[in-house]
Structures are given as C-alpha cells and as structure tokens.
C-alpha cells in the first residue's frame, strides 16, 4: 500500500510518500530527483530536515538520478535515515523579517 502524501495531504509533511513495508510497518520516503549525476547536491527544507529526525527509524531518501524528462527512464539509490545523519547539509537560504523600527 502507497500513499503519495504530498498530493494527498499538502506538501507541508516533510516526506513525499507514505509507504508500509513487508511487516507492515510505516516507510516514510522523501524523493530527490535530478537530471544530473548521482553525486549532484540537492535542496531539503528546514521542515524535510526535522521531519526525518522525528521519523528516523522509518524515515528514507529515494535519490532519482540521470532522469531522462523524454523517456522518464532514471537510476535510484536508497538511504535510510535523517537527512543530518546521511548528508553535509550547509545552509543556502535564510528568512529574514524587519526589526520593529528599523524601517523608514
């Protein structure tokens, strides 16, 4: 049983699908995909980031690479676990809100 979640339930959960395995356990999977090669950086959201601490134990990362857009044909790797634990993560993007009266 499958569950895209991102469609179903918003894009806010901070994994794509919501999968069961064998046992009938929960597989949490966030899908990272790019036309590029394998080793080819990605961007993860603050929430992605928390979201697969929280739900480490069933928490996994498809990395889709060498996507053909034409043919939609790629290759697939798996890790399991935080995105802190299995990647160098640098911060690229900040959120920035004005201090009371510094405006003019």
């Not at 697969?52 to 134990?57: A, F, K, M, Q, R």
Request: aromatic residues 12%.
């Amino acid at each position: 049983e499958i569950c895209h979640s991102a469609r179903v339930e918003g894009d806010h959960l901070g994994y794509d699908i919501k999968s069961f395995n064998k046992d009938g356990t929960v597989r949490f999977i966030e899908v990272k995909s790019t036309t590029l090669d394998q080793n080819t950086p990605f961007f993860v959201s603050r929430n992605e980031v928390s979201q697969s601490i929280e739900l480490s134990p069933s928490y996994w990362i498809y990395r889709v690479y060498g996507l053909d857009l034409d043919t939609r044909k790629a290759n697939f790797y798996k890790i399991h676990g935080d995105f802190d634990s299995v990647c160098v993560l640098e911060p690229q993007t900040y959120k920035a809100t004005i201090k009371n009266g510094d405006e003019e």
